[in-house]
Every structure is written in C-alpha cells, then in structure tokens.
C-alpha cells in the first residue's frame, strides 16, 4: 500500500477529504455535507483509474470515521463505498447512523 496523504476542505455546509499519493498525479475524494450540529452524510466517494490499489479511497474512509469520533459526530453513509466499508468495520456503529425514515434494516 502506498503512503497516502489526506487533507480536509469544509466550507461549514459541505466539505471533503482529498487523498494524493507521491508520483501519481491526481486525487481521490470524499464528498460530505453536514446535516446537523453532530450529523454528516459521507455523499460519494471517488478515484480515479490511476489510483486503484494505492488505499487511498480507504483511507478516506478511515480519516472520516476517526475525525467523526473525534467530533462526537454521526456518519449517514450514503455513499456505497462508505456503507461497504462500514458493513466490514462493525466497530464503526458508534459513529453510523441511518437517514431519517430511512430503514434501518436495508443497511
């Protein structure tokens, strides 16, 4: 896996984590819009072609989670490569959480 780098852009409405990895020249986002004083939706992650296999996009995923427990914050994982994730990391649950009138079950 190579060393990626992760910084954090957040508008105070929507914001994003940028992954790079050294020699490749592009980013790896994911996208976030806040939903409440304690409550993000992770909206869509992507990469490019040149950076499959480097882990950046999970590692976004990991910098999302620590930085939501950090804030005491809850992730609504609307993205399919965030749920995915999630569904692998079942010590997550302390910082996922479903839309509301969303079923719980189709998590």
């Not at 939903?35 to 490019?48: C, E, K, Q, V």
Request: aromatic residues 4%; hydrophobic residues 35%.
């Amino acid at each position: 896996m190579s060393e990626v780098t992760i910084t954090l852009e957040d508008d105070g409405r929507h914001g994003r984590y940028v992954a790079k990895v050294a020699g490749i020249d592009a980013e790896a986002e994911l996208t976030f819009t806040h939903r409440g004083s304690n409550l993000i939706s992770a909206d869509h992650t992507g990469a490019p072609d040149s950076m499959r296999g480097t882990g950046a996009a999970a590692a976004l995923v990991d910098r999302l989670v620590a930085d939501a427990r950090a804030r005491q914050c809850k992730i609504i994982p609307l993205c399919s490569y965030v749920r995915a994730r999630y569904e692998k990391h079942p010590d997550w649950q302390d910082v996922m959480t479903v839309a509301p009138g969303e079923d719980p079950r189709s998590s």
